[in-house]
Nanobody
Framework: QVQLVESGGGLVQAGGSLRLSCTAS????????MGWFRQPPVKEREFVAAITRRGSITRYADSVKGRLTISRDNAKNMVYLQMNSLKPDDTAVYYC???????????????????WGQGTQVTVSS
């Protein structure tokens, strides 16, 4: 059983920055592709970014390219999402997720991920 806990959310003004963290436990973190998803108010959960086991390949939603950066530290069992130039449209609950199946490339569908954190709220004011 893998447990994921997000932190780092909060209230920020448009143009500001936040860094989200996700701590994993209960498994072999370096074996998992990790992803970040978000769920805006009254919308479905959507893909944000993902990273392969060693961090060599990353994938981003078009809406966040150039502003958000995913990274990981396998020694600390952590994955991060650095968010810069935030916009009000980035307001959402952000979730980290683990894909424990052996895949080569990071996926952008929720059903590819097996474990989820409880989420952390990010609110961007205009």
């Amino acid at each position: 059983q893998v447990q994921l806990v997000e932190s780092g959310g909060g209230l920020v003004q448009a143009g500001g920055s936040l860094r989200l963290s996700c701590t994993a436990s209960g498994g072999t973190f370096s074996n998992y592709i990790m992803g970040w998803f978000r769920q805006p108010p009254v919308k479905e959960r959507e893909f944000v970014a993902a990273i392969t086991r060693r961090g060599s390949i990353t994938r981003y939603a078009d809406s966040v390219k150039g502003r958000l950066t995913i990274s990981r530290d396998n020694a600390k069992n952590m994955v991060y999402l650095q968010m810069n130039s935030l916009k009000p449209d980035d307001t959402a609950v952000y979730y980290c997720a683990a894909d424990i199946d052996y895949k080569i490339d990071p996926r952008d569908r929720t059903y590819d991920y097996d474990y989820w954190g409880q989420g952390t709220q990010v609110t961007v004011s205009s």
